[in-house]
């Protein structure tokens, strides 16, 4: 008899302090309408407070999905966690959350692919579950975006946001959980949307800091061509390997970038915004967190069977999709 991971528990963790669009504009040339009409975001969460990083959140997000399952931190067996803020270059910020919620001698890593990178990790730890290998895997989507924001720069300054999310996945023998799922990549956005900065290739130096090679460098109308059609192409190809219409579809829980990519996905997938998972305009673009949070936002709308797709495009590029029988 064959196993499928089911997530069979959701939790999310956002900070208290909120940038609004009206605080944004006291630093940069913008407005309320400007932005709302082009992204749909109204107000971000702001991880504030020294020493506190991307593993604070993620910690907060595990610790309530622990409670809330009843799950004791011995019996998890792996901790995934997607980002591309890590506390530190190294040690994953994985093994940093195991330590501070107590997972005991367990494998953990980190896997960075943007925006994507809930789903990338979604995937992979559904591949232990598969195996028989593990039992318990704890999936995180967290990402301190504000740590890489230049807040003088009002192409990006006004996209991004703070948070955390995690899912647990236990193994189940009903035709549920992850079903399908599809991945790409595509290395010639590099230039596209990039943080050049503090990797191998330009290491830090007062050379990189002054040319603010260290924060989020996005050129927006590339991206936006690009993920408006790939994200879309991704949802639109997981329905169609496994025969769903868009009647079939209960939700679609897209990446949180941009009110008309997310149009545009559920355009294409032939379903009505009822039936879309939208947070952006309270949180913005937390990057690996959005669909985590989005699940967390709308779990007490779920039910057992219902079926989801989630959807994604980062920076890399990668983009892709996944499509889930909701397990509770």
């Given amino acids: 008899m064959s196993l499928k991971a089911a997530i069979t528990g959701v ?4 900070p208290e302090d909120v940038i609004t669009n009206a605080d944004l504009e006291k ?5 309320d309408e400007w932005i709302t009409s082009r992204t749909g975001i109204k107000e971000r969460r702001i991880l ?12 907060e997000a595990v610790r309530g999905l622990l409670e809330k399952t009843n799950t004791d931190p011995k019996d998890i067996d792996l901790v995934i966690c997607a980002t591309v803020t890590p506390d530190y270059m190294f040690p994953s910020t994985a093994n940093l959350v195991c330590t501070q919620v107590g997972i005991p001698n367990i494998c953990s890593f980190d896997i960075l692919a943007a925006c994507s990178g809930f789903i990338y990790a979604l995937s992979t730890g ?21 740590a890489i924001v230049d807040y003088t720069d009002r192409t990006t300054c006004v996209l ?11 193994p189940t023998t009903e035709n549920e959980g992850l079903i399908d799922f599809v991945l790409h990549s595509d290395g010639t956005g590099e230039n596209h ?6 990797g191998s290739k330009y290491p830090a130096s007062h050379e990189t800091i002054d040319q603010k090679l260290h924060y989020i460098h996005q050129e927006g109308p590339s991206v936006f ?21 868009g009647d079939d579809i209960s939700w679609l829980v897209p990446h949180q970038a941009n009110k008309r990519i997310i149009d545009a996905t559920a355009n294409r997938m032939g379903i009505g915004q009822d039936k879309v998972m939208l947070n952006i305009q309270k949180y913005g673009n937390t990057t690996a967190a959005t669909i985590p949070l989005c699940l967390f936002d709308y779990e007490s709308q779920l039910k057992k069977g219902d079926n989801l797709v989630l959807a994604a495009f980062g920076g890399g590029f990668t ?3 996944v499509y889930i029988k909701w397990a509770y």
């Fill in 11 to 14: 939790h999310g963790y956002l």
């Fill in 27 to 31: 630093f940069v040339d913008t407005n």
């Fill in 48 to 59: 504030k407070g020294e020493g506190l990083g991307t593993s604070y959140m993620a910690a």
């Fill in 126 to 146: 559904a591949q232990f579950i598969e195996s028989g290998r593990f039992k318990k895997v704890i999936v995180i989507g967290a990402d301190k975006m504000s």
């Fill in 160 to 170: 991004f946001g703070d948070g955390a999310g995690a899912v647990l996945l236990e």
């Fill in 193 to 198: 949307l990039i943080m050049k900065g503090g």
């Fill in 225 to 245: 061509k690009f993920a408006v059609t790939n994200m879309a192409d991704a949802a639109a190809d997981i329905m169609k390997r496994n025969n769903l219409t």
């Fill in 319 to 321: 983009w892709g999709s």
